[in-house]
Each structure stands twice: as C-alpha cells, then as structure tokens.
C-alpha cells in the first residue's frame, strides 16, 4: 500500500487517493474466487470447480473484485490514515477509480475528521452546589413508603370514599345524552387521587357511599388522545359496588425485622437517613457535573461533524432497546405503544447526544492541554471494577472492551475531575 494523496477538501474532511500493489490486489482477488467459486456454474465443470482463469474469461476479468476491494481496503485504508496522521471518526465515501489485475487498485476515500477544539476559561468556573437537608420528614415519607408497600387491601363498609381510597364502579359516559364508544365499564377498580382518569372524575366519587348511584360531570381536556373528545363536557353515571383502603402495618420494632435486617426502628431509620444523604450527595455532585458540563461548552469552539451526534444518538438507541428487551418489548412495540415512531424515538435523543459530544470533545481537549495521562495501573484497576460489577473474569472483560477505549473513557474522568478540582463551588441550600 502507498499513500499517493491526501487533501483537504472541506472542513473536517479529507480525501485520500490510497494505491495497492497488483501483487496484493491479486492475492485479495484469490481469495473472493476460493469464498465464491462453491457457487459458480461453468459448463464443463462442476459446481465450484471450475478454475479462476476460466471463471473471469466467461465472466470478465472483474468478475472477483468487488470482493477483492472487500477484502483489501480495510488494512490499506488504516494505514493510509496512520501514513496521513489522520484522526479518522468516519469514512464518507469509498470509490475505486482503478483497478485491473496488472496494474493493481487505486481507490479514494473521504474521511470525516475528528474536529479541531479551542476551549477557554475551564479553570475556576463558579458553579452552585444543591445541598438538602436530611430531616424527618423526609425520613418519615421513606418509611411510610415502606409501610405501603407491607400493606393489606381490605373492605370499608362504615363511610363514605375518601382520597386514597379504592372504589369498585360501574360508569357510563355520555355526551349531549348520547352513549360514547369507550365510556362505560362495569367493576371497574379506581384508586382515588391517582389522577388515572380525566380531571374532576375522582374528586366526584369522593363523598359517596356503596350502592350510591350519583352522576360525575366533567369536560374533556383539549388536549385529549381521542379527537371526538377534545373539550366535550360529559355526564357519567355512576354506581359504587366496593371501597376498600390500605391497612397499614404500625410503625415498631416487628415492622423493622420484618423488613429490613435491623432489629429496631431507630436502626431502620438511621439506615434510611444515610441512604437519603448518600443520594443527596450523588444527585448533588450529578447536578455540579451538570452545570460545568453546559459552562465548559460555552467556552468551547468546534465545527462538529454531524456524523458524530448520529451515531451517539445510536449508540443511545441500541443502549435503550437492550433495556427495554429485558422487559421482552421490542423497539417497534414501544414506539406503538407511545403513538411514535423510530425517527422520532431518535429525535428524542438528539439534545442528550449532541451534550455528550460537545463535552467529551471539551475534555478530551483539556486533557490534552493539561498533560492529563492514563496509567496501566488505572486502567488495569477499572478492569477490576468492571469485573466485580459485572462478576465477569477481568481476562474476559479484557476482550469484550477495548483498552484503548477505555483508557479514553479513564482520561475524560481525569479531566472532569480536574475541572471540578479547580472550579469555585458554593452551597445553595433546597428546602423541600
């Protein structure tokens, strides 16, 4: 391989003419014939025998190189690149501009470049921490939650629904007298308060007792899923078949052996309130993270190709349809279920993926301005992390993630930590 060119064409592009030897050509040419000739007839011979010679004087001497240029424009391209001291984030076109089995190929290829980052005033940037008290009521709601999810379902026949409650219903809508498609529905479970059903409905069953039949008059909202709907005022009659409410456990001892390994409830409490401290903290730190984020690409300065947000935003996509197939959905089924489609799934992620490039790129430049450097040590030290997170050897870990990325993903951390190292953070404290 001989690098014959390399040219700029455009910002963050590049265009290279890349010349591979016929010895090599042909060897590439060789080896489509032996992938391909299983499946080539040539009378006289049988399938898959016929020799290459004979193959390319009935076919045409480029009978093969197509796959040829498959086979060989990988290795020459990388180091074509490598010979150009490129930093190459994506190949826009591959075009073969010769090629013969005496002469050998010639190809030229447009690369998309990495971008050229100016980033200024990262040092000492002012940003407000969130601080929030632990107190008892937020303690306090932790273990109510606890208790209602310990709770038992059972019969109120002593009083009226109340907020909070779980009424047992037969409804049916109507609209200027007339009976809707979709309005009725009988045993129907509604828990009050739950804002499952349109405004005003729940508030209107409250108060009532079982056997009650009373009418709910409400007005669709404008923004309604059914368009026959929108902002129609309805009249739905109602009937109470059940109340039922939670029974909670009380709050003591038993309650906190029973769901936690502490013997008391001042143990059970003292965990909760560390556990709130602790996400306090990290909801804290994420929210500095946040704002240097946003300031440090203020600051910075890149024409970036849009290449690189598409294929974030895949790399978004395919992390989000791995979560969502643990719950046996499919990306087309999602997309169905939300009324989207997949275009629209990945417009959701632009904002979020434009963010994480503009950053990384910001980062990786004050790195390299700040001599910020990756050891073996740390990078065989995240191998272990990643093999007690995971309970996977770390020799395994080591061929399913590239060290390389991951010395990348290492000296971004370092960077940000630096950031933040130098930047001047004040507490501002949330009241809840």
């Given amino acids: 391989m001989s690098l014959v060119k390399n040219e700029n064409i455009a910002t963050n592009k590049n265009e290279l003419e890349v010349f591979v030897d016929a010895k090599t050509f042909n060897l590439a040419c060789d080896k489509a014939y032996k992938k391909k000739v299983k499946k080539i007839?040539?009378?006289?011979?049988?399938?898959?025998?016929?020799?290459?010679?004979?193959?390319?004087?009935?076919?045409?001497?480029?009978?093969?190189?197509?796959?040829?240029?498959?086979?060989?424009?990988?290795?020459?391209?990388?180091?074509?690149?490598?010979?150009?001291?490129?930093?190459?984030?994506?190949?826009?076109?591959?075009?073969?501009?010769?090629?013969?089995?005496?002469?050998?190929?010639?190809?030229?290829?447009?690369?998309?470049?990495?971008?050229?980052?100016?980033?200024?005033?990262?040092?000492?940037?002012?940003?407000?921490?969130?601080?929030?008290?632990?107190?008892?009521?937020?303690?306090?709601?932790?273990?109510?939650?606890?208790?209602?999810?310990?709770?038992?379902?059972?019969?109120?026949?002593?009083?009226?629904?109340?907020?909070?409650?779980?009424?047992?219903?037969?409804?049916?809508?109507?609209?200027?007298?007339?009976?809707?498609?979709?309005?009725?529905?009988?045993?129907?479970?509604?828990?009050?308060?739950?804002?499952?059903f349109i405004p005003g409905f729940e508030d209107q069953v409250v108060g009532h007792n079982i056997g009650d039949e009373f009418d709910v008059n409400v007005t669709f909202p404008e923004d309604y899923h059914v368009e026959d709907l929108k902002s129609k005022p309805a009249i739905f009659k109602c009937k109470i078949h059940e109340i039922k409410k939670i029974e909670l456990p009380e709050e003591d001892d038993e309650f906190a052996k029973d769901v936690s390994e502490y013997d008391t409830l001042d143990e059970l409490k003292k965990d909760l309130e560390n556990k709130i401290k602790e996400e306090y903290t990290n909801a804290a730190d994420m929210s500095v993270e946040h704002e240097i984020t946003s300031k440090l690409i203020e600051n910075m300065k890149a024409e970036i190709p849009n290449v690189m947000f598409d294929r974030r935003i895949d790399e978004l996509m395919r992390d989000f349809e791995q979560r969502i197939s643990m719950q046996g959905i499919t990306l087309d089924m999602y997309a169905q279920y939300m009324g989207t489609s997949k275009d629209k799934l990945r417009d959701q992620f632009r904002e979020q993926a434009e963010t994480q490039v503009k950053s990384r790129l910001a980062l990786e430049k004050i790195a390299d301005i700040e001599k910020i450097e990756v050891s073996d040590d740390e990078i065989n030290d995240e191998f272990e992390k990643l093999s007690k997170q995971y309970n996977i050897e770390a020799e395994k870990i080591k061929t399913m993630i590239s060290a390389d990325n991951l010395k990348a993903d290492i000296l971004v951390k370092k960077a940000m930590d630096f950031v933040k190292d130098s930047a001047k953070i004040s507490d501002k404290l949330i009241e809840d």
Wanted: proline share 4%; aromatic share 6%; hydrophobic share 40%.
């Fill in 41 to 196: 007839s040539v009378p006289g011979f049988r399938v898959g025998k016929a020799p290459r010679k004979v193959i390319e004087k009935r076919y045409g001497e480029g009978v093969f190189f197509d796959d040829a240029i498959e086979i060989v424009y990988p290795e020459a391209l990388e180091e074509a690149i490598q010979e150009a001291n490129l930093d190459v984030v994506a190949i826009e076109s591959l075009e073969p501009t010769e090629a013969s089995a005496e002469n050998g190929l010639t190809f030229k290829a447009v690369c998309v470049l990495k971008p050229e980052v100016e980033v200024e005033n990262y040092k000492g940037i002012e940003v407000e921490k969130p601080v929030r008290k632990v107190d008892d009521k937020a303690v306090n709601s932790r273990l109510q939650a606890m208790r209602e999810r310990c709770g038992r379902m059972i019969s109120v026949e002593d009083r009226a629904a109340e907020q909070g409650d779980t009424v047992v219903l037969d409804f049916e809508g109507f609209i200027d007298g007339v009976a809707f498609d979709g309005g009725k529905a009988e045993g129907h479970t509604l828990k009050l308060g739950s804002g499952q």
